[in-house]
């Protein structure tokens, strides 16, 4: 492992355009959830299967269970950033990370110094009226729950929706052109905390011309042969013994 840390850190030190590709791993270790692990969303019990949930025509059919499962599993309070959001801020602050592509919805990038963030999936921290268009941030959700448990504008009265991006709705056209451009002007790619298994995002990493992808994951993956180097260890951990200058 340290011969690995090392390699990372000459990549790491060489580069000047790097780009980071998270999922849901880096989030693990401030406490938020995953969704396929053993312990993660996709495993617990639930009225319906939270993938059922989590989407467009759900939200639209039942929107009070959509968001008791909001509510208790996605729009977390008190989660803080953890080591791996921190180095990244760093990175980005002396110069050398171009930005940052996420598929996570915590804002936690941003809470770190983040100022380059493409969120693939949206964010928590958003939200908007479907009727008026009007924004609301994650503490009105918090604050006024609406009397059938059905947040609503307090200016229409319409139903507020999340912006997150649910099962069978587009990634942001805009998000996604950032992302594709930042992953293809990179000198090195480092991918962090995700399987590579959810589509679009995971093609992404097909876009990336520059020399060197680094994939740091807990466990292995299906996509471990296309990095030049792979670590298998907690991402927060990997990252925070990177020096940067």
């Known amino acids: 492992m340290e011969d690995k840390i090392k390699e990372l850190q ?3 030190d060489e580069a000047s355009r790097i780009v980071f ?3 849901a791993g880096v989030s693990t270790e401030s406490g938020i959830p995953d969704f396929r692990s053993v312990d993660g969303l996709y495993n617990q019990k639930w009225d319906y299967p939270p993938e059922t949930i989590i989407s467009a025509s759900f939200f639209a059919a039942k929107t009070k269970e959509f968001y008791r499962f909001y509510r208790e599993k996605l729009l977390l309070n008190g989660i803080k950033p953890n080591a791996a959001h921190l180095k990244l801020a760093e990175l980005e602050k002396a110069g050398k990370l171009l930005g940052i ?13 983040n100022k380059k963030v493409w969120e693939l999936h949206g964010s928590v921290l958003r939200n908007y009226c479907t009727r008026c268009g009007e924004f609301y941030d ?8 609406g009397e059938d448990g059905i947040p609503r504008c307090s ?16 990634l942001n056209e805009r998000t996604v052109e950032g992302a594709f451009d930042a992953i293809s002007n990179a000198d090195l790619l480092i991918i962090g905390g995700t399987s590579l298994t959810v ?26 042969e ?20």
């Not at 994650?138 to 729950?145: A, F, G, V």
């Not at 296309?226 to 200058?245: C, F, M, R, Y």
């Open 199 to 224: 589509y679009p995002a995971a093609g992404m990493v097909r876009y990336f011309k520059g020399n060197n992808i680094v994939l740091i994951n807990r466990d292995p993956t299906q996509s471990d």
């Open 101 to 113: 592509v996420t598929q996570n919805i915590d804002g936690l990038h941003q809470a770190a110094g």
């Open 155 to 170: 200016s229409c009265n319409g139903i507020i929706k999340p912006d997150v991006v649910l099962y069978e709705e587009p």
């Open 138 to 145: 994650d503490s009105y959700l918090r604050e006024n729950p």
């Open 21 to 23: 590709f998270g999922g």
């Open 10 to 12: 000459r990549l790491v």
């Open 226 to 245: 296309i990095a030049d180097l792979v670590i298998h260890d907690s991402i927060g951990k990997v990252l925070s013994q990177i020096k940067v200058t």
